[in-house]
Structure formats: structure tokens, C-alpha cells
């Protein structure tokens, strides 16, 4: 009678839509053009694995270093903007309008500048993710709860020791949400250039396969971009975890401790 | 209680604790300066506890910042332990502000070792420190919660420990109990004159309850709305220990007319 738990739902959800995969192109439902079934995109990215492996290294090697850079510039400029009164007031609305240019529009000139290596790639995808850390660290550090800072000032702090024990841990959250924004971005951001211009790298094999119209492997290099994005999920989710256990402590366990009159009686 | 004797409590009652001479302040508001208190004199004798009580905005708590070395006077002097108080001190002045002034981040223990961290303290040093207040406070064993595990009550508990962990003569609170429910506040009441009776700290309490101001002070120094003056000063000499009873006494009820009537008056 009792109602299955939300992981069990997810779980089978995910494992009717894999079936649906194979099964849909096999019962000819769609053509296999379409959608090719799962069994024969999982054998051409085993047959294919160096081809796929060799791109996944460039694929990775781009997004690391992208993510680096939209990490350290998105984290330092958010840090000097939040932290900064008056350059907050002149910079903040511009770098959020920018937020909402499609700058995808801009990779020609990427391509120009740096060329058609991964260079571009990762020019352009750190400048993608670098806006939403540097947008979210900036937020941040703005909206510490301003009876912190007082309290440990009250308590005799500098500024070096406020900015170490107080703003970083207060911001710490707003931070890792627009690392785990960016970061997601700059994926994005060097699969769609690869696919756009370029002659190596998983986005470059989605590209190159599907003008040959050869689907399977396109959705075997889709799967390898699936599975890279999940990664860096678990990565972050990973770093949250440890790093905001205050946030979570005693919160999973019903009731840890047997309530007596003794622990009552202290209000 | 072993560790109540670490507290050095001070017995010349006779010395003067806080000692405030013809203060004034005047902020920048959009429409010029505003008179936020004027012509301040307050003599607190050591051991007194004292509490303030005015209209909302009479520039209460803009005193207390001041008597926390938090801001800056315009005009006047402030003297704690006979020397100006310019810059926070935690050593003379500890601070409990109202709720919400814990680092979330931190467990309880962390919290009221914070300002010897601060200081440097050694490790071993510090943390033993810590839990005697806590011990005092009536925390012990909760060391390892993080402020949303604890309730409103056992979180001030907390801010009491870590405004007293350096063992400062002054201790300022700035409406401690107003966001806890009202029985909580008045166990909470009692829990402080237990505290201040063990450790005989001079105490300086900013509230807007009447009642808790009565049932708490020697002292109930009544302020004017802004800009902020002393308008009456009320020797509350109800026996100590102060009881609940004390509440329905005539005496009790006569007082706080008293207070009331001057508050009114002006508003």
C-alpha cells in the first residue's frame, strides 16, 4: 500500500525511456534515421571508442581550462564588484545586460581572433560561463546579512579577518550556485563551437555524422555529451555537500536524540 | 559551576562601569542632518544592570552602537573603565544583539570561541573557554549543533555565551528576547539575571517591553523620539532575586505606569 519513494519513480522513469528508445525505431514507430535504437548506438560507440575517446579528451581538455577562466575571472571581478560600493554601481547593470546577450553571436569573431583550434573553443565558452559566477559572486557578497559583519565587528575583527571568516563563508552558497550556472555553461559553450567550426571534439563529430546523416553516431556522441554534463553534476553536487554541511547537519535524521525532560528544560 | 569562578567577578560595586558625558549624534539623512540623540549623560555604576527603554526610533540602539565602539559620536564622550571607548573592544564590551547574529556556518562552540579566534588564542585554550560558557549558559552538550538546530531561545543562549567568552566587565544587549515567544522571553529574563548574578557583569539592555524592562533592571533609563533624550531615570527596587510573582505586585504595576506614562506622553 505504501506509495513508492520519488528515487524509485525517477528511476523507473528513466529505465521506461531507454526501453522507448530502443523499442520506438525497432517497432518502426519512428524511422530509424530519426531516432536509432539504443542497442546499435551503444555498439557504433563501442566500435567507434578511439574515435570517441580521442574527442572526448579535446572535448575535456577545452572545458577545463574554459571553466578555470570563467571560474577565476567570474569569481575575482564578482568579488571586487560585489565587495566595491561605487564600482557596483557602475559596472553591475552592464555586466547583467551583457548576461542576456546571445553571445553564441560573437563566436565568428572568436573564430577570427584565435582561429578554428581549441583556442576559440575555450575563449569563447569561458567568457559564456564567466558571466553568471561573476554575476552570482557579486550577488553574494551584496546580500550578506548585514548583522553578521556588525556582529564581528563588535567582536574586535579586521578587515582581513571579516573578509576571511565572515564574507567568504556568508557568500560561499550564492558562490557555488553560480559555479555549478557556469560551469554547466561553459559545456555548452565548447560542444556548440566544436559543432559550429572546428575538426575535432564531441560537438565536432555531432556535426560531421549528421551531414553524413549517419544517426547513430550522432546520438552516440550526444550520449557522450550526456554523460560528461551528469559528471560535472555529481562533481558539484559532490562540493556542496561537503562544503555546506551546516546548511544540512541533523536534518536528515528524524529525530536524532531522544528528547528527555532535562533537554526541554533549556529551552 | 566550577567554571563560574574563572569569570572573575568583580565586587567594587563602587567604581563607575560605563560612564557617558553630553553625547549627541547627527546622521546625514536625504533632507540634511538629523538629531538622532542629544545631550546624553548616563553614569552606570559597575554591577548595575541598566536598561533603556523609548519610542521606536528615539535612538536607541544608535546609543548602544556607540557604547559598543560601532560608531562614532558626534558629540560627547563615552568612557568604559575610565578609558574612551573609539574602536570595539570585546575585552570591556560584549555585545548580544537581537536574533539572527550567529555565524550559520559555525557549530555553537564555534560561535563562542569566535572572538578568541579573533584574538589568536590557542586552540586548547579557546575551545575550553567556550564550553565553560556554554556550560554557564546552560548549553552544555550542544557544542556541536549549528544554530538551525537550536531554538530561538537556546540561539541567544549561544550569542549570551559568546558576548561573555572573553570575560568582558560590560555587557550591551540590544533587544536580546524580542523575537522569541513570550514565554521563552520570560524564562529567558530569568535566565539572564541568573547569569548576570553569577558572573556580575554591569549590563546595559535595550527593549521595548516594559515588563521585561521592570522585571530585569535596577535601573530603567526612559528616552524621548528623536532626537533621543533621557527623560526619566527609574529606580526599580523591587527585591533580588526577582520572582514571577513580582509581575502582579502593585509595586510592579505602579512602575511600569511610571515608564508608560512618559513614553506616551511624547509619541
Known sequence: M???????????????LLVAWEAVPRLGLLPELFVP?????LTVLWLDRAIYGSALMVTLYEVAIAMLIACGAGILFG????GVATLRHLMLPVFSSLYAVPIVILYPIFTAWFGIGSESKIAFAGVYGFFPVMLSTAAGIRTIDEQYLLAARSMGATLPQLIARVIIPASIPTVLAGLRLGGALTIIGVVVSEMLTSASGIGYLVTMNRTILDSPRVFAAIIVVLALSVMFDLIVRAIERRTLVWQT????????EPVTPARLATV | MQHVAQLNPRHEQATTAVEVRGLGHVYAGRDGAVPALSNIDLTVPAGRFVVIVGPSGCGKTSLLMMLAGLRTATSGTILCEGRPIATPDPSRVGVVFQEASLFPWLTAVENVEFPLVLKQAPRDERRARAEAMLNLVGLAGFGGRYPHELS??????????????????????????????????MTMGHELLRIWEQTSKTVVFITHSLTEAVYLADEVIVMSAR???ILDRVPIDLPRPRTYQMMATDVFGALRERIWHQIRDVQ
Request: proline fraction near 12%; charge should be positive; aromatic fraction near 2%.
Open chain 1, 37 to 41: 535504437p539504443l542497442s546499435k548506438t
Open chain 1, 249 to 256: 547537519a541533523g536534518r536528515r535524521t528524524a529525530s536524532p
Open chain 2, 227 to 229: 532626537p533621543g533624550r
Open chain 1, 2 to 16: 505504501n506509495r513508492p519513494s520519488p528515487r524509485t519513480v525517477r528511476r523507473l522513469i528513466g529505465l521506461l
Open chain 1, 79 to 82: 568579488a571586487v564588484v560585489g
Open chain 2, 152 to 185: 530561538g531561545g537556546m540561539k541567544q543562549r549561544v550569542s549570551i555565551a559568546r558576548g561573555l567568552v572573553q570575560d568582558p566587565p560590560v555587557l550591551l544587549m540590544d533587544e536580546p528576547f524580542a523575537a522569541l515567544d513570550e514565554q521563552t522571553r
